[in-house]
Each structure stands twice: as structure tokens, then as C-alpha cells.
């Protein structure tokens, strides 16, 4: 993570780790908690039901794809793409940053890691009904279908306060 630079992507300041209990803690730039509503997620505005006009949906877009494909060109996957984890910068911008790298992981092509990260209203069908559990850049790309989903509709596509729904139609 703090070899990433991109201006859509929250820079990783410092880290350390603390041996007795290996907890890791990162210090990372400072991104306002009151940028939208009640919170800078964009999440925060969708949960009002509310689609963004398609400009500013577009506008914001794009710096996701941006900084996905620097992720994507880097051998990098968030894996855990998600309306909570895209912060405005400022209330009055559009401008945003990619966050929680957590559980983010390299794409080793044909070696890849078996997993089913991330949450489930972005997943895919394939991860979600075990068909196809290879980490690839396609989980990032089927994750940002649903966030501009929901930034041009106004709610996720599939969303089930249960996430049973979510399965069953997978």
C-alpha cells in the first residue's frame, strides 16, 4: 500500500506493527468524516435514496476507474470495492479516494489466490455461487458496476438487508 500513488487512492503515511500483540496500525492522510451528509462515504448520500445527477456520477467514475486500472497495472486488487470505501475529499468536490486496502491482494495471474473476499452485494454471481473463487482484477470490475449502479439509480442492484436474496438469485 505505500508503494501506491494516485491521486484517488488514500496515501498510506507510515505503518508499524506492534510485537507483542502484531496488531499493524497505518497512518494515512486525513480525510474529513463530514464531507457528505453525515459521513464523507458515498454511501451515505445512496442511503438516502437518492441517485447523483448523471455528470457528477460520471465525474466520479472515472476517478474510481483510474484508480483501479493504476491498482490493476500495479498486480494489485482491492477486493473489497464498495460505496464505504469511496470518500469525498471535500463537501464541495467531487473529487474522491479509494480506501481500505485491507484486504486487498496481488494477481499472480494463472497462480492466483482462492477466495471469497469482499462484501456481499458487490460480488459477482460466479464468487458468490463458488464457480469461480480465482482473485482477479474481475472482482474489482464487476464491484464497480454495482457502485455506478447505485450512484446513477440511487440504490445497490442487489440488495437484501439478509443478503438470503442476494444468494438465492446467484
Not at 35 to 64: C, H, V
Request: a positive charge; charged letters at 20%.
Amino acid at each position: 500500500m505505500k508503494s501506491l500513488n494516485h491521486a484517488h487512492i488514500v496515501k498510506i503515511i507510515n505503518c508499524f506493527v506492534i510485537k507483542k500483540s502484531l496488531q499493524t496500525f497505518f497512518i494515512m492522510e486525513y480525510l474529513s468524516g463530514k464531507q457528505l451528509t453525515s459521513g464523507g462515504e458515498l454511501a451515505n448520500y445512496i442511503k438516502k435514496g437518492k441517485p447523483i445527477n448523471e455528470k457528477d456520477a460520471l465525474e466520479i467514475f472515472d476517478q474510481i476507474l483510474r484508480a483501479i486500472e493504476y491498482c490493476h497495472n500495479s498486480k494489485i486488487i482491492h477486493r473489497d470495492l464498495k460505496l464505504e470505501n469511496i470518500m469525498k475529499v471535500s463537501e464541495n468536490s467531487n473529487q474522491i479516494k479509494i480506501v481500505d486496502f485491507g484486504i486487498a491482494g496481488l494477481f499472480a495471474g494463472l497462480k492466483s489466490e482462492i477466495t471469497k473476499a469482499g462484501s456481499i452485494n458487490y460480488l459477482s454471481p460466479e464468487v458468490i455461487s463458488g464457480k469461480n473463487l480465482n482473485a482477479s482484477p474481475a472482482m474489482d470490475i464487476w464491484a464497480m458496476g454495482c457502485i455506478l449502479y447505485a450512484l446513477l439509480v440511487g440504490e445497490l442492484p442487489f440488495d437484501d438487508p439478509h443478503n438470503k436474496e442476494v444468494k438465492q438469485n446467484n
